[in-house]
């Protein structure tokens, strides 16, 4: 990530197992980015309960190792803190119901798309590089 320190972009580097700090760091690098002050490259540093691929069967690590990892999952622990704070499990379940027909469309939007043009390439990603063709 410090590479990206070099093009003039502020750097943020943490763990993610928190979203009350994720929603904190991110909001901080929007804030930033509406003063002006440019563009904040994000890493958030998780663990993957998968492997790498549908190939990866990831046996490198051990059922303990995972089982231990899946106590820390933000997305479990953030549901039990919120039943826990009087939020009804029946609530949580539809919003992760609206949440999954979101990324559905969204996969669904993108599959259908036509192929991006080179030209968007040159006028997007890389505008803000100042890169010489």
């Known amino acids: 990530a410090e590479k990206f320190a070099v093009l003039g972009q502020k750097v943020d580097r943490f763990e993610?197992?928190?979203?009350?700090?994720?929603e904190n760091r991110v909001g901080q690098a929007v804030q930033r980015a509406r003063r002006g002050e440019g563009p904040t490259f994000i890493e958030i540093e998780t663990y993957r309960f998968r492997g790498h691929s549908m190939s990866d069967p990831a046996k490198y690590r051990s059922r303990a190792e995972l089982e231990e990892r899946k106590?820390?999952?933000p997305l479990s622990v953030t549901?039990?803190?919120?039943?826990?704070?009087?939020?009804?499990?029946?609530?949580l379940d539809d919003i992760e119901e609206e949440v999954e027909a979101t990324i559905e469309a969204c996969v669904r939007f993108a599959d259908e798309a036509?192929?991006?043009?080179e030209e968007t390439m040159w006028n997007t990603v890389y505008a803000t590089l100042e890169v010489e063709r």
Do not use: H, N
Not at 16 to 21: E, F, H, K, L, W
Not at 79 to 90: D, P
């Open 114 to 117: 036509e192929p991006a043009r």
């Open 79 to 91: 549901r039990a803190q919120l039943v826990e704070a009087g939020i009804a499990e029946e609530q």
């Open 71 to 73: 106590k820390k999952d």
């Open 16 to 22: 993610g197992y928190d979203v009350t700090i994720v």
